[in-house]
């Protein structure tokens, strides 16, 4: 599965041709939290990107009852459950993605996630950055509220 994920993420970099402002102040989160796993500069055939953008491959956790609120991110990315239940709300869109499952997030569209569930949610992001970029990709836009239930399908 992440073989593929990394051979998915080369047709990603095409279309990346700009860099994202630094956010401002933090994304609200509770109950998440990442742990970087690699981050190496691309190098390779595609000569307009060495050096000048990165790969990073984060591990990340939502506690039950964790969330993140309302972002955009700094580049675009794959996103891998390997356990739990994601609950990902992009543009009034609900999805609720399980172990197994991969999407795409190409970074300028407002979304959030939660883990409605009783056990935690695993899943890897693996995302193009801008060399320069440290911290967080995560980029504050217009806050949503924390939701106190699950969703109705």
Known sequence: MFRLAFAALGFLLVPLVAQAEEPGEAVEREGQHAELKLEEILTGNLHELNGAYKIRVALVTYEPGGFVGNHHHAGPGLR??????LTYV????????????????????????????????????????????SGSSAITVTPVPKPVSVPAD
Do not use: K
């Open 80 to 85: 891998c459950v390997t356990e739990g239940n």
């Open 90 to 133: 992009q543009e009034g869109v609900t999805h609720v993605y399980g172990p197994g499952d991969c999407f795409y997030e190409s970074g300028n569209v407002d979304h959030h996630a939660n883990n409605f569930g009783d056990t935690p949610v695993e899943l890897y992001n693996f995302q193009i950055l801008p060399v320069a970029w």
